[in-house]
């Protein structure tokens, strides 16, 4: 499908049907996209507990957060939920939420939009930095705070923003763990 790019009618760009991402096989992928999705989310809790002394309590709490997560996320856009927990204490040290933002009232011009971002963050909130980056699937704006990094990533032929939205709620958002955020946005492409 192609579609003429926002204040060029000259310039077509295809609009890409999908987008590959390189995530570490550590991270349980649950397609929200899916009627299943609640039960892939109920397979990840039950595995982590799985030879851990866990009352049915706390697997309980585990997944009512989760789920609400996923629900939050899926009201608005999300299309994937990926979670990593590593710890022998069962904590969820990273998860990370793909949603598309489309263009509404949103700035189409990755630096706008960083400039619209600043403007909507209150007075002293945790946030370290915004920024414009250039991504290998294009430009992208990228939120960093204490436990959070967000790209904002503008889609091919100006329809919106593919929004990964990492976060670390244990570790802190710096050092490996913010590489490794890096990273899995860097392999973002798009599928034609």
Known sequence: MKETAPGDASSRVEVPSDYRLLVPREWFRIDLMQDRWRAQLKTFVDRQAEGRRVSGELKQ???VTLRNTAEAGRARGAM??????????GGLPASLLVSVTPLGDTPVEPEKYAA??????PEGSRRQGVSV???PAGAAVRVLDATTLNFHVLMPGGVGYLTLSFSAPLTGMSGP???LCD??????????
């Open 80 to 89: 994937e939920f990926f979670l990593l927990t590593t710890t022998r204490g």
């Open 183 to 192: 990273a899995i946005a860097g392999s973002l492409r798009w599928v034609a």
């Open 61 to 63: 709490d585990v997944w």
């Open 133 to 135: 980056v250039e991504l």
């Open 177 to 179: 763990m913010e590489q």
């Open 116 to 121: 619209w971002l600043e403007l909507r963050e």
